[in-house]
């Protein structure tokens, strides 16, 4: 679970509210159901015109992965496609079967899978590479989809505030209704920048910050697949993979099994 983002988002949240809640009406006038309406079903109505439903479902799930799906450490990795290269080359690669029900993860069991069926070194690398693309795929449409909310959001906040303008100065006539007036209008505003501000912006970053650290981590066991296919030693597999990390996150990592 990436503990930040849910401490961030509530904080935030929770700061706001303090802040609202401190003044004399107790944050009354913060809550608008009209300049609700607006801005969040405006959002949502741009968002679902612009893209299609299943993107925008999709949404749910991506979120739900970047925030509480928790990522294997590098190092993690490399120690057990280490392990996985001192097995294949003291026992063969067919006993790695038995090491695909914990893999733990589709992408390195289908790798695996693939070493024990004896698939080319090329074909391995073609497939795998093609899932790996898929991914960012996936991830960079995702991340288009937050985007556009939260560039959506604070535009439609000032569409209310507009409305809301133009009924104030259909009102002049009487002036003891024009500050009332003035802070309806602002409210859709201040609803947009707060969704777009602490949501939709900084969950599109996340996003896209858990899309290349998953991308590095694939194309790290698909290089320590492609070492164990070319029967290289687990030294060999290790200083591969290692490339990928700066020089003092490198260890000296042995087999294990």
Not at 9 to 37: D, R
Not at 73 to 88: F, H, P
Not at 182 to 199: C, D, K, S
Not at 215 to 220: C, G, K
Request: glycine fraction near 10%.
């Amino acid at each position: 679970m990436d503990i930040a983002t849910i401490i961030g988002v509530l904080a935030g949240f929770l700061l706001i509210f303090l802040s609202v809640g401190s003044g004399p009406s107790h944050g009354a006038e913060f809550f608008h159901v009209p300049s609700l309406m607006i801005t969040v079903g405006g959002m949502f109505s741009a968002t679902l015109t612009h893209f299609s439903l299943g993107q925008v479902l999709k949404i749910v799930s991506l979120i739900k992965k970047t925030v509480f799906c928790k990522l294997p450490q590098e190092q993690d990795l490399i120690q057990r496609m280490v392990n996985y290269s001192a097995i294949s080359r003291r026992d063969g690669a067919l006993v790695l079967e038995r090491q695909i029900p914990e893999a733990g993860d589709p992408f390195l069991a289908k790798g695996l899978q693939m070493v024990v069926d004896g698939i080319k070194e090329e074909e391995v690398a073609q497939e795998l590479t093609k899932e790996i693309d898929c991914l960012q795929q996936r991830h960079e449409q995702g991340k288009r989809v937050l985007e556009f909310m939260g560039s959506a959001a604070p535009a439609f906040g000032m569409i209310g505030t507009l409305i809301g303008l133009v009924q104030m100065l259909g009102r002049l006539k009487n002036p003891e209704e024009i500050g009332g007036g003035m802070a309806t209008a602002l409210i859709t505003t201040f609803y947009g920048a707060l969704m777009a501000n602490l949501l939709f912006l900084p969950l599109a970053g996340k996003l896209g910050i858990y899309s290349r650290r998953e991308a590095i981590l694939r194309q790290m066991a698909l290089e320590g697949l492609l070492s164990i296919v070319r029967g290289e030693s687990p030294t060999a597999v290790r200083e591969r993979m290692q490339a990928f990390l700066s020089a003092k996150n490198r260890e000296e990592l042995k087999p294990s099994v």
